[in-house]
Nanobody, 122 residues
């Protein structure tokens, strides 16, 4: 039984930063990586970033490269998404997911969290 719980969302002004966290409980039987996704108002869920547990290799969607950083702390079973230089278009519910590094960028995951709201004001 796997449980993913996100936190760290909030309301910030454009240009601000947040640190999102995802705590993983239980054993992940299907997957070698963690990912972050987001769903903005009136939009479909979009892949944001992924990180492999074992070696930390990362992958980002073009729109967040240079601004967002995904990382993991294996000892704490926690994955982070540092979001900097936020723009209004970054406003969305951000979801944590567990799965395979090759599949996450295609929005395919094995387990999903409940999401945390990020709102960026202009």
């Amino acid at each position: 039984q796997v449980l993913l719980v996100e936190s760290g969302g909030g309301l910030v002004q454009a240009g601000g930063s947040l640190r999102l966290s995802c705590i993983v409980s239980g054993r992940i039987f299907s997957g070698n990586a963690m990912g972050w996704f987001r769903q903005g108002p009136g939009k479909e869920r979009e892949f944001v970033a992924a990180v492999k547990w074992s070696d930390g290799i990362t992958y980002y969607v073009d729109s967040v490269k240079g601004r967002f950083t995904i990382s993991r702390d294996n000892a704490k079973n926690t994955v982070y998404l540092q979001v900097n230089t936020l723009k209004p278009e970054d406003t969305a519910v951000y979801y944590c997911a567990a799965g395979w590094l090759s599949n996450l960028p295609r929005a395919q995951a094995e387990y999903w969290g409940q999401g945390t709201q990020v709102t960026v004001s202009s």
